[in-house]
């Protein structure tokens, strides 16, 4: 099966700085990874995507790292924003559509 | 792009009565829909999957007959909670994809059972 953790409950930030927030996950043969942003009320935002094949992504301000020795996977965002702050959760998949969420890391940034 | 849709956004409803949401692609097939429900501040546990035209698929532990998911068209799946009690009380959400990932999300039902 697949467990997918987050290190750590609540991430404080100030304005400015960058922000990493990881995941990790169980199985090995999981081949594609999301991040996801919540905001209070809503439902998940798709923010960027990363397949096996790979073991680094960037978009906008985001970048995704997948580490598949350790199992790990990372969601930095640079230059972080009040407009930041939500809950982003990882998502997990092997060979098929189901994703398996993390239990989310809760990002807070302060001025 | 990739816009999911979900309504209504909130209900309130007597124990006992039954609850409909609907989830609808709106620029885009969605081959595959999936119903989630989030207790608060927990993660996503996925209730079951609905493909056009078949039968869903339950995760292990969601009782098929209180959560009939029907999913007609390319566009649209339904939720229905039925004989709804205060333990259903819950966000449910759904999210679809077309062709390719990723998955795209509804904003959410937030069901209240009195």
């Not at chain 1, 978009?59 to 009040?82: E, F, Y």
């Not at chain 2, 869903?56 to 709804?84: C, M, P, R, W």
């Amino acid at each position: 099966g697949e467990s997918v953790g987050l290190h750590l409950p609540t991430l404080s930030v100030q304005e400015g700085d960058n922000s990493i927030i990881n995941c990790a996950y169980s199985n090995s043969a999981s081949d594609y990874f999301i991040w996801y942003k919540q905001e209070s009320g809503k439902g998940p935002q798709f923010i960027i995507d990363i397949r096996s094949n790979m073991d680094k992504r960037q978009g906008q301000r985001v970048t995704v790292l997948l580490n598949k020795t350790v199992k790990h996977l990372s969601l930095q965002i640079a230059a972080t924003q009040p407009g930041d702050s939500a809950v982003y959760f990882c998502a997990v998949s092997y060979n098929t559509d189901k994703l398996i969420f993390g239990t989310g890391t809760r990002l807070q940034v302060f001025p | 792009g990739a816009v999911v849709s979900q309504h209504p956004s909130w209900v309130i409803c007597k124990s006992g009565t039954s609850v409909k949401i609907e989830c609808r692609s709106l620029d885009f097939q969605a081959t595959t829909m999936f119903w989630y429900r989030q207790f608060p501040k927990q993660s996503l546990m996925l209730m079951a999957t609905s493909n056009e035209g078949s039968k869903a698929t339950y995760e292990q532990g969601v009782e098929k007959d209180k959560f009939l998911i029907n999913h007609a068209s390319l566009t649209l799946s339904t939720l229905t909670v039925t004989s709804a009690h205060p333990e259903d009380s819950s966000f449910y959400i759904c999210s679809a994809y077309g062709e390719s990932q990723p998955q795209h999300f509804g904003d959410g039902t937030r069901l209240s059972i009195l």
